[in-house]
T-cell receptor, first 112, second 114 residues
Framework: QQQVKQSPQSLIVQKGGISIINCAYE??????FPWYQQFPGKGPALLIA???DVSEKKEGRFTISFNKSAKQFSLHIMDSQPGDSATYFC???????????WGAGTKLIIKP | DAGVIQSPRHEVTEMGQEVTLRCKPI?????LFWYRQTMMRGLELLIY????????DSGMPEDRFSAKMPNASFSTLKIQPSEPRDSAVYFC????????????FGSGTRLTVV
């Protein structure tokens, strides 16, 4: 019940296209859902986050869509650029209120 | 702000040797996390400190691993003795309010045990 399932494992998108990464969770007590972006040789960096009382949050080209009833949330990257090529992790905050439960990651490649 | 600073960036050591990884969190952050990242297991939380006190060390794989935080600006993760299966990237992260979930990660230490 503590798992966060992320898909796909890898994704190739043409420049200018929309990249979509999905995550699903089981624990209804989760109350915070961040997305992290990780470039090779760097640590994960917080990209955007959402709370379950909101169905969508947009920051620039990045949007989180949240479906509380389905226990799913997704990251949409509009007008994807080669600089967006990275590994993306979804996460959810667990009952402990400090520990993040991480998805397995999605390696995104944007083809020029 | 220099961010979370980890050293060394790369460490290659022989099996059985002691390894010490270092972390300087962001000034003013009151929570510090050590993570391990591998292809097989992804990101694993090893230990969590709040106000320099270890709160959750349930992720520490075994007694060979130990972590300390002697003050608010410094933490170490020690592996003694090291084994090849410890090879991974070790990240330190800090946060001002842990319940906000906004961790800032360092660039990591890539450890190779041969």
């Amino acid at each position: 019940q503590q798992q966060v399932k992320q898909s796909p494992q890898s994704l190739i998108v043409q420049k200018g296209g929309i990249s979509i990464i999905n995550c699903a969770y089981e624990n209804t007590a989760f109350d915070y859902f961040p997305w992290y972006q990780q470039f090779p040789g760097k640590g994960p960096a917080l990209l955007i986050a959402i709370r379950p009382d909101v169905s969508e949050k947009k920051e620039g080209r990045f949007t989180i869509s949240f479906n509380k009833s389905a226990k799913q949330f997704s990251l949409h990257i509009m007008d994807s650029q080669p600089g967006d090529s990275a590994t993306y992790f979804c996460a959810a905050r667990g009952d402990s209120n400090y520990q993040l439960i991480w998805g397995a990651g999605t390696k995104l490649i944007i083809k020029p | 702000d220099a961010g979370v600073i980890q050293s060394p960036r790369h460490e290659v050591t022989e099996m059985g040797q002691e390894v010490t990884l270092r972390c300087k969190p962001i000034s003013g952050h009151n929570s510090l996390f050590w993570y391990r990242q591998t292809m097989m297991r992804g990101l694993e939380l090893l230990i969590y400190f709040n106000n320099n006190v270890p709160i959750d060390d349930s992720g520490m794989p075994e007694d060979r691993f130990s972590a300390k935080m002697p003050n608010a600006s410094f933490s170490t993760l020690k592996i003694q003795p090291s084994e090849p299966r410890d090879s991974a990237v070790y990240f330190c992260a800090s946060s001002l309010i842990p319940t906000m979930g906004g961790y800032t990660f360092g660039s990591g230490t890539r450890l190779t045990v041969v």
